[in-house]
């Protein structure tokens, strides 16, 4: 079984650049998770997409992330414009039962 | 607000030894407790989970206790081996609140031989 695919894995941008990032959940998951982990810290969910709507957004700092996820399957976020304190590991998560969880590898993001 | 917290940000464990790795948590609706297992330059990997209507699960060499009461659960490793060289996230949920996580901010546990 394929496991979540996020792309790119690394990304360094300068300040008030956009950026996106992409994720392929592991198939037949109705579940996908967007999280920020900034360095030090434990992963923070950012969005929570139930096929292709959304159940919490609550910390997605919407003023300039935004999420998409396409007929329920791939997802796309976009940071748009970039502030230094972005610069983080968004990880991509899909889940089939309530719980467990399946995290792709992340990508690194640094803003200049 | 940290709402789940792992107070010990790493632990150096002697290969064959027992591994003990705690996580506190404020919320009382908190009502399922999940590990992770973070190596470098990947994503998290679950690694044994504990809902509270029990106080122990066992996997392998893996066991997660919670105490209620104290609001506090650990996992214990035994016996440790050098793989077992990771980060390791304390994670929690509520019912109702549609399986969203929150992690602690990890505890790195190096295996020495």
């Known amino acids: 079984e394929a496991g979540v695919a996020q792309s790119p894995r690394y990304k360094i941008i300068e300040k008030r650049q956009s950026v996106a990032f992409w994720c392929n959940p592991i198939s037949g998951h109705a579940t996908l998770y967007w999280y920020q982990q900034i360095l030090g810290q434990g992963p923070k969910l950012l969005i929570q997409f139930q096929n292709n709507g959304v159940v919490d957004d609550s910390q997605l700092p919407k003023d300039r992330f935004s999420a998409e996820r396409l007929k329920g399957v791939d997802s796309t976020l976009k940071i748009q414009p970039a502030k230094l304190e972005d610069s983080a590991v968004y990880l991509c998560?899909?889940?089939?039962?309530?719980?467990?969880?399946?995290f792709g590898p992340g990508t690194r993001l640094t803003v200049t | 607000d940290q709402q789940v917290k792992q107070n010990s940000p790493s632990l150096s464990v002697q290969e064959g030894r027992i591994s003990i790795l705690n996580c506190d948590y404020t919320?009382?609706?908190?009502?399922?407790f999940l590990w992770y297992k973070k190596y470098p330059a990947e994503g998290p990997t679950f690694l044994i989970s504990?809902?509270?209507?029990?106080d122990k699960n066992e996997d392998g060499r893996f066991t997660v206790f919670l105490n209620k009461s104290a609001k506090h659960l650990s996992l214990h490793i035994v016996p440790s081996q050098p793989g077992d060289s990771a980060v390791y996230f304390c994670a929690a949920s509520a019912t109702g609140t549609a399986s969203k996580l929150t992690f602690g901010t990890g505890t790195r546990l190096q295996v020495t031989l």
């Open positions: 504990i809902s509270s209507i029990k």
């Open positions: 919320n009382s609706m908190f009502d399922y």
């Open positions: 998560a899909s889940s089939l039962n309530v719980y467990e969880q399946y």
